[in-house]
């Protein structure tokens, strides 16, 4: 029996919707498009160099071989290679970073809104972990890394990283987007400009008032 219209169209709209699901960063059109800094032009992502000014430069990054400053309050540094540190990246989705931990150094919980991550300890011992959506309950996935190990943090789920040795720790990871975003959360909820009226966090943390202007008060270190 042939599919009614309506089902037809609702069909065609699922696999439409699906497409544009899994592209989550643009997809070239052309061997490269090696983004313009400069440009004056605002799009969803960055306008083509000239490809005529392209060179051998745009598609190189160096100093991924350098540890980071983690002479910090959070004790970490993030290295990131994305498309502002690397030009050749527009339009392939795809990024990396590197993170060095002092001991016991953290990585906040953080999302990331649009990719994933997928990480690889190079050196020391991490725990990481990641926060399920409400539904089902906000469940905890955790897990202590040694060298070589890799672990997966769905894209904008809830996660963070610690070193749980008393030495140095390094991990790479690799990203699902140019431009993936980072939103610390303790950051975005307490550190705002200008700042979420205290009223709102007192319900939502169940503190005081008292405790919410100390927490809006604190500096917040943004360690990449």
Excluded at 189 to 198: H, Q, R, T
């Amino acid at each position: 029996m042939a599919m009614s219209h309506d089902l037809q169209l609702f069909l065609g709209l699922l696999a439409l919707a699906s497409s544009l699901a899994i592209a989550t960063d643009p997809t070239q059109l052309q061997d490269f498009c090696v983004a313009d800094n400069t440009s004056n032009i605002f799009v969803n992502g960055f306008v083509c160099k000239d490809p005529n000014l392209v060179n051998e430069n745009d598609f190189l990054f160096k100093g991924l071989n350098q540890p980071g400053n983690t002479a910090n309050q959070l004790g970490s540094k993030v290295t990131p290679v994305f498309v502002t540190q690397l030009p050749g990246l527009n339009t392939l989705g795809i990024s990396l970073a590197r993170i060095d931990f002092a001991p016991y150094g953290l990585i906040p919980p953080h999302t990331h809104p649009r990719a994933s991550e997928i990480l690889m300890v190079i050196q020391g011992t991490l725990a990481v972990g990641f926060v399920a959506s409400n539904n089902p309950d906000n469940k905890l996935f955790t897990k202590v890394l040694n060298e070589g190990d890799v672990f997966v943090f769905p894209q904008g789920l809830i996660h963070f990283q610690l070193n749980i040795g008393n030495t140095n720790a390094v991990s790479i990871s690799g990203l699902s987007s140019q431009n993936p975003g980072v939103i610390t959360i303790a950051n975005a909820v307490f550190g705002s400009k200008p700042p979420i009226s205290p009223y709102i966090l007192e319900k939502a943390f169940q503190l005081d008032q008292k405790t919410v202007e100390i927490l809006q008060a604190k500096f917040w270190t943004n360690n990449s």
